[in-house]
């Protein structure tokens, strides 16, 4: 049974903070991926990698970084967070890269103040 | 890249009747489209996915059908019940495989 989890379920940050949020998958996974879910807007891509050390940009990927040591661990990076970066952080990982299910993690609920 | 659009926002039915989910796409090269359901406080959860070469694809009342040459694809989920009550997410992979694009979902809501 595949199991994501993401290091917290809340967060509250300040402006100008550097936010890192950790994301560990127990199935050897490949491909990992982090995405913000916002009412009305669905889930949108930040980031994916599809390796170690491997990093692609998603469709939103301004104000964010990522960091990906270990297959097992995706961080996110919010270098300077910002009240607009208050959002839903949904990670995910996913056994093949042509197209197959992906396994979400619970979710940090990041609040920025 | 990769543009997906869902309709409707809010499909409110009664227990018992049909809903229908709709989805377009716009990259012809795209070749995976998987739906999701997300309850209340929950994660997405994958429920049934469908690939290019086929066209159709049942998992007991969940169906998705998929028009390539119309660029569209829909969910059906048949006898509805209470715990069908859910936001769905339809996505697509475009052709450069660059990660999954969501349409911004429908919030099924089952009348009893």
């Known amino acids: 049974d595949v199991k994501v989890t993401q290091s917290s379920r809340y967060l509250v940050k300040r402006t100008g903070e550097k936010v890192f949020l950790e994301c560990v998958q127990d199935?050897?996974?490949?491909?990992m991926f982090w995405y913000r879910q916002d009412p009305g807007l669905g889930l949108r891509l930040i980031y994916f990698?599809?390796?170690?050390?491997?990093?692609e940009k998603g469709d939103i990927p301004e104000g964010y970084s990522v960091s990906r040591e270990k297959k097992e661990r995706f961080s996110l990076i919010l270098e300077s967070a910002s009240t607009n970066q208050t959002s839903m952080y949904l990670c995910?990982?996913?056994?093949?890269?042509?197209?197959?299910?992906?396994?979400f993690g619970p979710g940090t609920r990041l609040t920025v103040t | 890249g990769e543009n997906v659009e869902q309709h409707p926002s809010t499909l409110s039915v009664q227990e018992g009747d049909s809903a229908v989910i709709k989805c377009t796409y716009s990259?012809?090269?795209?070749?995976?489209f998987p739906w999701y359901k997300q309850e209340l406080g929950k994660r997405p959860q994958l429920i049934i996915d469908i690939r290019s070469n086929v066209g159709e694809k049942k998992d007991q009342r969940i169906a998705v059908t998929l028009n390539k040459t119309a660029k569209h694809f829909s969910l059906h989920i048949t006898e509805t019940q209470p715990e069908d009550s859910a936001v769905y997410f339809c996505a697509a992979i475009g052709g450069g495989a660059d990660g999954l694009t969501f349409g911004k979902g429908t919030h099924l809501i089952i009348q009893p």
């Open positions: 990259d012809s090269a795209s070749n995976y």
């Open positions: 990698s599809y390796d170690v050390k491997m990093k």
């Open positions: 995910a990982s996913s056994l093949s890269r042509e197209g197959d299910e992906q396994y």
């Open positions: 199935m050897d996974h490949e491909n």
